[in-house]
Structures are given as C-alpha cells and as structure tokens.
C-alpha cells in the first residue's frame, strides 16, 4: 500500500476502535445487561442467556485483539523506522489478528492441530458486529419484558404489603393467605429470574400478574370493608337499612302499580314484583352474629356482598315499575291517537261513514274494555287507521307495531 493508502486505512480502523469501545462502554453500563451478567436466571432465559455469554466473551476477546493490532500499527507508523510500509500493509490489510480456536474435544483433535487461527482487522468487524447484535438482541428481549412486567410486579409487591397490613389490623389467621403469598413469590421470582418465559409471539403475557392482581384487588377490598365494619359498624349497617327501606319503597310502588295493570291490561301480562326486602334483611340479621363473635373479615366481605345484593335489587325493581308504567302510558298514547283520528274524521265529515263505523267502534271497545288487550287494540286501531287513510286520500302517521308497544 502507498503511505497515502496506509495513513486514510490506519485513520479509518482507529475510528472503528473508538467507536467500537464506546458502544461497549455503553453496554457494559446497560443496566439490563449488568442484571443479566450477575443475576440468578433460570429456565429459558438462563439457557439463552448462557449461550449469548459466549458472545460476550468473544466479543471482548477480539475487541481486546484488534485494539491492540491497530495501536501497534499506529505506534509503528508514528515510529519513524525506515520503510514500515510492508508491515503495515501486513497489519491493516492482512491477517493479523490472531485468535484462539475454539477448545476441540480430545478425540478429536489431531496432534499437530493449531491452536490459533489469523483474520483480517475487516474479517474481525464483522465479527464483533455478529456477536454484538446476537448480545444485544437477547438484552433487549428481556428488557422489553421487564419493562412491561416490573411496574406490575411491584404494584403487587406493594398491595401485598397492604393486605398484609389489613390482615393484622382485623385478626386474619398468619396462614390465611398462605396461597397467595405461594403465587405471588411464584410469579415474581419467573418475573426477576426467567421473563423471557413471559414472552410469546412478539408480546408479553402479562395474565399472570393481572389475574393477580384482580386477586390481591379483592382481597385488600374485603379487608379495608372489614375495617370499615370493625371501627364503624352502625354507621355501615344504618346506610345499608336506609338502602333496603329504599328497595322497599320501590318495590311497593310497583306492587300496587302492577295490581292497576292487571285490572286494566290483560296483554301483554304484567311483569312479576319480587320481594328482595325480606332476604336483604336477614343478612343484616347475620352480619349482627358475626360482630358478636368479631369475624371482621367476614363481616367485610358480607358487607360487599350486601351492597352489590341491594343496588342490584333496587335497579331490579325500578326496572320493573318502569316496565309496568309503560303498559299503561301505551294505553293512553293509543287512546290518544284514536281520538286524534276521530277528530280528522270528524273535521273530513267522514266519521259515521259506513267504512268508518265498525273499525272505530272495534278499536274503541278494545282501548275502553278493562282489563285490555294492547296488541288486539294496536291491530284494531291500525285498522281504522288505513280506512281513514283510503277516505281521506292522504296518509297519516303510523300507529306502531301491532305487539302493543310492549317491545318498544
């Protein structure tokens, strides 16, 4: 190589070593990479993990090798010895890195075998890149894992001391969540030693931790409602008989407004009212006998249960009476329309038209009779309806649907 070839390739392979030590300086100080060289793995991620560790090595090996070469090479050249072109051509351009082959089994390895082998400053790059991009792809695995799954893993660690806390506070057993301290140390200790064993088609299964979450969630929830029963028992169990006495208010509502469809609409029938009043009741019956014998965490979880029973229960019944108040605004708007029709008959001095007479009268017996068929007066109004249209030649709105309104 000429002096102007050597000095632009020893330029050029000392600015490959600079950069090359700074990425490594980076991924040395990585803090993934750092957890993964010194952590306890197991499972999937230790067995990826051990082989990308012969990356690492090997990395570092030619690394250590090529910074050398070059810094011989520069050293040469900045030496002022008479004509090093040869020698540096040798080690810019030639094979003069010099590696340890890899260790061959006994049986086969010949006697006479090398132990070394010699590649180019060039072949050695793309070494380093292959072994980088294989370290690197395995560090960003398991930190795309970590990422998704430590935030959650500590929102467990954090609820679980919360229990913990809750539990002490209202006399749970030490080993009544003994099963789910067992699956949380489980989950986390796959989370801290084997993520990669969360990692599936691209994503990460973070089931696991949710469902667990959900678990840790309810647990706490029943045991803050124990807290709130142990330190102000009356003032939950006053709300909770206001709510039922609310519940019973509705309900009663409706069993009479249901005894009024029932005497004015036979079609569609009247939906049932239930009585939950009774049964709500006497949980606050059982809940007395379980603070006389201070089972706090029952208590907690009967006073959850008993709040979603009367919300439940109250949305149930006021569903109901709206239903049932339904049927009878349905008699009503069709009355209404009737005589809305009557009155245009009327006003066209077609109202005792002999095409007119029997549908109005059918329709009329049918909305006036007690108790109602809302469907047969729907059809008989619908009826009069398309005869006032054919007289009077133009159309007028529709009644409806010939159910009685019952699906509207």
Not at 107 to 113: F, M, P, S
Not at 171 to 196: H, M, S
Not at 373 to 384: I, K, Q
Not at 388 to 395: K, M, S, V
Request: glycine share 6%; charged share 35%.
């Amino acid at each position: 190589m000429s002096r102007e070839g050597i000095d632009h390739a020893l330029n050029r392979v000392r600015g490959e070593v600079d950069r090359i030590s700074l990425n490594l300086a980076d991924l040395d100080r990585h803090a993934v990479y750092r957890l993964l060289r010194d952590a306890e793995l197991s499972g999937g991620t230790r067995s990826r993990w051990e082989a990308t560790d012969v990356h690492v090595h090997r990395l570092w090996l030619i690394h250590a090798v090529f910074e050398s070469v070059v810094e011989h090479a520069a050293n040469l050249r900045e030496s002022g010895v008479a004509d090093p072109q040869d020698e540096l051509t040798r080690l810019l351009m030639g094979e003069s890195v010099t590696l340890p082959l890899a260790e061959v089994p006994l049986n086969e390895r010949g006697l006479l075998d090398p132990d070394t082998e010699n590649i180019t400053l060039a072949e050695a790059i793309a070494r380093m890149t292959a072994d980088y991009e294989a370290i690197t792809e395995v560090v960003s695995a398991v930190e795309t894992a970590w990422d998704a799954l430590h935030p959650r893993l500590a929102e467990l660690d954090a609820m679980w001391q919360e229990v913990g806390t809750l539990a002490d506070m209202v006399e749970v057993p030490d080993d009544e969540y003994e099963d789910l301290r067992a699956e949380l140390e489980r989950v986390g200790n796959t989370v801290r030693r084997d993520p990669l064993a969360l990692v599936a088609d691209g994503g990460v299964d973070t089931s696991g931790l949710d469902r667990l979450r959900s678990v840790l969630d309810r647990t706490r929830g029943e045991l803050r409602d124990a807290l709130r029963m142990r330190d102000a028992y009356d003032e939950n169990v006053s709300r909770l008989r206001s709510a039922i006495d609310d519940v019973e208010k509705v309900v009663l509502r409706s069993r009479e407004l249901r005894l009024r469809v029932v005497a004015k609409i036979s079609s569609p029938a009247a939906v049932d009212v239930p009585d939950p009043v009774p049964e709500l009741r006497a949980v606050i019956a059982e809940m007395d006998e379980l603070r006389s014998r201070r089972r706090w965490r029952a208590l907690g979880v009967r006073l959850g249960e008993l709040q979603r029973s009367v919300h439940e229960c109250g949305d149930d019944a006021r569903d109901r009476e709206r239903n049932l108040g339904g049927l009878l605004q349905r008699r009503a708007e069709l009355r209404g329309r009737l005589d809305a029709f009557r009155a245009r008959a009327v006003r066209l001095g077609l109202a005792e038209h002999e095409r007119l007479v029997e549908p109005h009268g059918r329709a009329h017996w049918e909305l006036w009779n007690a108790p109602c068929d809302l469907r047969a007066a729907t059809v008989a109004l619908s009826a009069y309806q398309r005869a006032l249209q054919e007289l009077a030649g133009t159309e007028t709105p529709s009644v409806g649907t010939n159910d009685g309104g019952v699906n509207r």
